[in-house]
T-cell receptor
Framework: AQSVTQLDSQVPVFEEAPVELRCNYSSSVSVYLFWYVQYPNQGLQLLLKYLSGSTLVKGINGFEAEFNKSQTSFHLRKPSVHISDTAEYFCAVTPGAAGNKLTFGGGTRVLVKP | GAVVSQHPSRVICKSGTSVKIECRSLDFQATTMFWYRQFPKQSLMLMATSNEGSKATYEQGVEKDKFLINHASLTLSTLTVTSAHPEDSSFYIC???????????FGDGTRLSIL
């Protein structure tokens, strides 16, 4: 079984400042890792994914994440946030194929302040 | 990119009513569809996984007779909340995954309010 821990439930940040959202996972097998964003009253949108290859993954909207196998982490970063980045962010993992059942973290609410 | 359409986006109905929610993959064949429930300010809770043409696999604690799932084609899955009660009020989200090593794509969710 897998588990995902998002260490920060809320992250307030000023506009144009950098942000990092932490994600750690545990699994007895290799996993694929994802970050999704959820805007109010909407579904989830895929920001980026790590399947294999380079451990630094670039996604949409200027986000990137780095897979660290030894630390079992997949932290999400953005060098300069916008007001529109205010949303809930979910880290998720799945073993086997990328379309398999996901295990989600508890989510991190990012509030960007002007 | 892959698009998943979920309908309706919002439902308000009386207690005892059955409600059907549709999830369609618009531009790919969804071999697997997932149904989630999300409570306010919480993460997504997987309710069930459905493969086209097969019975859905429900997660522990999810009532099969309460939440009926049908995945009759490669582009459509439905979730029917039978005899809904106020405690069934929630945000329901579907997702779909196609063949190959592709991630899940999510619908926009359905907010169900039972009065």
């Amino acid at each position: 079984a897998q588990s995902v821990t998002q260490l920060d439930s809320q992250v307030p940040v000023f506009e144009e400042a950098p942000v990092e959202l932490r994600c750690n996972y545990s699994s007895s097998v290799s996993v694929y890792l994802f970050w999704y964003v959820q805007y109010p009253n909407q579904g989830l949108q895929l920001l980026l994914k790590y399947l294999s290859g380079s451990t630094l993954v670039k996604g949409i909207n200027g986000f990137e994440a780095e897979f660290n196998k030894s630390q079992t982490s997949f932290h999400l970063r953005k060098p300069s946030v916008h007001i529109s980045d205010t949303a809930e962010y979910f880290c998720a993992v799945t073993p086997g194929a990328a379309g398999n059942k996901l295990t989600f973290g508890g989510g991190t609410r990012v509030l960007v302040k002007p | 990119g892959a698009v998943v359409s979920q309908h309706p986006s919002r439902v308000i109905c009386k207690s005892g009513t059955s409600v059907k929610i549709e999830c369609r993959s618009l531009d790919f064949q969804a071999t697997t569809m997932f149904w989630y429930r999300q409570f306010p300010k919480q993460s997504l809770m997987l309710m069930a996984t459905s493969n086209e043409g097969s019975k859905a696999t429900y997660e522990q604690g999810v009532e099969k007779d309460k939440f009926l799932i049908n995945h009759a084609s490669l582009t459509l899955s439905t979730l029917t909340v039978t005899s809904a009660h106020p405690e069934d009020s929630s945000f329901y989200i579907c997702s779909a995954a196609g063949r190959g090593n592709q991630p899940q794509h999510f619908g926009d969710g359905t907010r169900l309010s039972i009065l």
